[in-house]
């Protein structure tokens, strides 16, 4: 075992060497001067856009009856499992803060949804805007808890919170219909002003789809530039050491509260999109389970790169519902691919810690390298 | 009047507050070892209570044989976890290895419905339900069934004796110094791999058990079984914390008692009563009720 340690420091040193070489190399003007072509796609605003429109495409082919309706189904809800864990990436990745409580939320974003488009006749958009001030205060609430409670002490009261929320869908049944879920009916619109006779873009699946892209997209570029800005650098700082951050004047309050403000937020939105894309929401979808798959996103895709979550997300809730669902032997034994996925997820966290995102980190370097030995030949 | 009703409570709780105990404690040994909340916890367990349920069901096996073999089952299953999975992965972070107990849960649930089918399978009482413990005090009558004073037995029996080992043994003495600090006791000459080693498969043996008894008052046994139990697991550990052993079994009888008795009042609210509770006691004392401050270094 200890040499196999030892090997592992060893390839970690040398790739650590070798990534601030090539970082180094990357900075050398024969390197560096990048085409307009290329800065154009190498931007993570055109790279995140295009994968919008990838999905938009698809839903086009899948209105044509070129794609199985079950596959954009797939598409649809990896999107919104991955907002999700996009605001867990924020907290676990960069704030250092674990929670099992991000059911509970997603949970409640549903059914706010569901209830005040059915009982009121607030338009759609307002129902979003009542969900986010909601998720705000609950973030502000948990993350003055977690300034109390640590650790894994914070991750299960978290837990205990997400069960109280739980047992309040299953047993508010004048709001919530109980165990028998809540349904959404009839169809709401996106811009709806019912008063002024104004009703316009009808959220059938097709097109929630696309508005779930958008807000995906949009998410997407936000959290890529929190994460590369001075906050996400602070949040960086105070989970690698929480004294240290506080020494250099990174205040824990603050960016814990956001950390958790963020998560709550991004899982409220997810409910809100859930509720209306699924139209029906049950109790049981919101347990420790879903929490646990979050969790395993974050893991697994990792917290360098956001590709690497998106991976991770299609790892952990894609892959069934897009691709093995259409292979006959896995259909005939559904146990096989929780077996699969179990035995995968072991894997990759026992031989690659950093998850999918170190992987891709990896790879860039080696094409660097393989530009830079170009580069060398053509300039010598 | 009142104290009939708190002593009833406590009878009719007793069945939930062993297995409870078990698992926090099953939980608790494998945190203290191994560093991590073992999510798998309950489907290790359920993987025993299926084997009963098999050997009953499908083979006629005495029920009292396939406990046997159940418990024995679980524990292996425990060995093989730890030596095959967390032996090879010390280096990881916590959240990785409790990323790695996730995994677990996916691949033991994955696997039961291939080797046991996916109907529910039927699991009897251990005790026929027409013998109870009747008796008289105070001049009120009271009464236990069969299992739950069998279920209690076992648990207490079970845990004075991990108790004792945990406290006179050698690999008590181990599984202490590895708990404080697994670095410093593998240099002092402990064998950590075998310590942790027969923790896990202590702890697969006990929740084995529980899940057996638990799945005779449920009548089946199902992947859902133990997921109430485990969440109240966690909760029992974090409300007695984690720094003792002792801290979640109390945690565990705290619980279920408070559950059930408020439980006799309203039962609508029992669960958010108590998780509600549990919140406040944890915002007084943040490392639960016998956890101690970690002054961490800097």
Redesign the interface.
């Known amino acids: 075992m200890q040499k196999e340690n030892r090997f592992k420091t060893f390839i970690n040193r040398a790739t650590g060497a070798t990534a601030s070489f090539f970082k180094k190399a990357f900075v050398a003007p024969s390197v560096t001067k990048k085409s307009p072509v290329g800065a154009f796609f190498g931007s993570h605003y055109t790279q995140f856009i295009l994968l919008g429109m990838v999905f938009v495409v698809l839903q086009l082919m899948g209105n044509k009856e070129m794609l199985p309706v079950s596959l954009m189904r797939g598409f649809g809800g990896l999107m919104i499992n991955t907002i999700v864990a996009l605001g867990f990436f924020i907290l676990l990745g960069f704030a250092g803060l674990a929670s099992l409580g991000t059911a509970g939320f997603v949970g409640l974003g549903t059914y706010m949804t569901g209830y005040l488009l059915n009982q009121t006749s607030l338009p759609t958009l307002v129902v979003l805007l009542i969900c986010i001030l909601t998720a705000i205060v609950l973030g502000i609430v948990v993350g003055f808890i977690s300034l109390r409670i640590e650790g894994m002490y914070l991750a299960i009261i978290t837990l205990c919170l997400s069960e109280i929320l739980v047992s309040l869908f299953v047993n508010l049944e004048s709001i919530t219909n109980g165990v028998n879920g809540l349904r959404v009916s009839p169809l709401p619109f996106l811009f709806d002003l019912e008063f002024a006779g104004f009703q316009f873009f009808e959220l059938t699946r097709e097109n929630m789809f696309m508005f779930i892209v958008v807000v995906f997209v949009v998410l997407l570029i936000l959290t890529h530039n929190l994460t590369h800005s001075p906050t996400g650098r602070a949040m960086l700082a105070m989970k690698n050491s929480e004294s240290a951050a506080q020494t250099m004047g990174v205040s824990v309050l603050r960016y814990r509260l956001l950390g958790f403000v963020l998560a709550t937020v991004f899982a409220m939105i997810a409910g809100f999109l859930y509720e209306i894309y699924w139209r029906t929401t049950y109790p049981t979808s919101w347990g420790i389970s879903y929490s646990l798959n979050i969790l395993a996103v974050v893991v697994i895709g990792g917290t360098k790169n956001i590709w690497g979550l998106i991976l991770g997300a299609f790892m952990i809730f894609g892959l069934n519902d897009i691709v093995l669902k259409f292979i006959p032997f896995f259909v005939e034994n559904s146990g096989i691919i929780v077996l699969l996925n179990g035995a995968l997820m072991i894997l990759v966290v026992m031989f690659y810690p950093g998850g999918i995102s170190q992987l891709i980190i990896e790879l860039k370097y080696k094409i660097l390298a393989r530009k830079i030995k170009k580069g060398a030949k053509h300039n010598g | 009047m009142t104290f009939q009703i708190l002593l009833q409570t406590l009878l009719n709780s007793l069945m939930y507050m062993s297995i409870l105990s078990l698992s926090s404690f099953a939980i608790i040994l494998i945190f203290r070892t191994s560093t991590t ?1 073992n ?1 798998a916890q309950g489907t290790i367990s359920v993987f025993g209570a299926y084997i009963v349920a098999y050997l009953f069901t499908i083979n006629h096996v005495n029920v009292f044989v396939g406990l046997i073999i159940g418990t024995v089952v679980s524990f292996l299953l425990g060995f093989l976890i730890d030596t095959q ?1 967390f ?10 290895k ?3 107990t ?13 080797i046991f089918g ?1 109907n529910p399978l039927m699991i009897p009482y251990l005790i026929p339900v027409t013998q109870s413990v009747n008796f008289t005090l105070f001049g009120a009558s009271y009464t236990l069934n069969g299992h739950a004073l069998l279920a209690t037995i076992l648990a207490v029996v079970i845990l004075t004796a991990a108790f004792l080992a945990l406290k006179y043994t050698k690999w008590g003495l181990g599984v202490r110094a590895t708990a404080s600090s697994e670095k410093v006791a593998g240099m002092m000459g402990v064998n950590t791999r075998m310590i942790t080693a027969i923790s896990w498969s202590l702890a697969g043996f006990i929740g084995g058990l529980a899940a057996i008894l638990y799945a005779g008052t449920v009548g089946s046994v199902e992947q859902n079984l133990m ?1 109430g139990v485990q ?1 109240n697991g ?2 029992a ?2 409300l007695g914390g ?1 720094g003792t052993f002792y801290g979640p079994i109390v945690g565990s009888v705290l619980i279920t008692f408070f559950g059930n008795t408020i439980g006799y009042f309203n039962s ?2 029992k ?2 009563i108590v ?2 509770l ?2 406040v006691v ?2 007084v004392r ?3 009720i016998f956890g101690k401050k970690i002054i ?1 270094k ?1």
Do not use: A, C, E
């Not at chain 2, 032996?87 to 990785?96: A, D, E, Q, Y």
């Not at chain 2, 996730?102 to 419905?113: A, D, K, N, Q, T």
């Open positions: 909340t999510f999975i032996r090879r992965s010390r280096h990881l972070t916590p959240v990785g409790q990323m790695i996730m995994g677990l849960v996916l691949f033991l649930s994955g696997l039961i419905p291939v996916t997921t969440v966690f909760l550990n974090i984690f609508v609210w669960d958010v998780y509600g549990i919140l944890l915002l943040p490392f639960g961490k800097v």
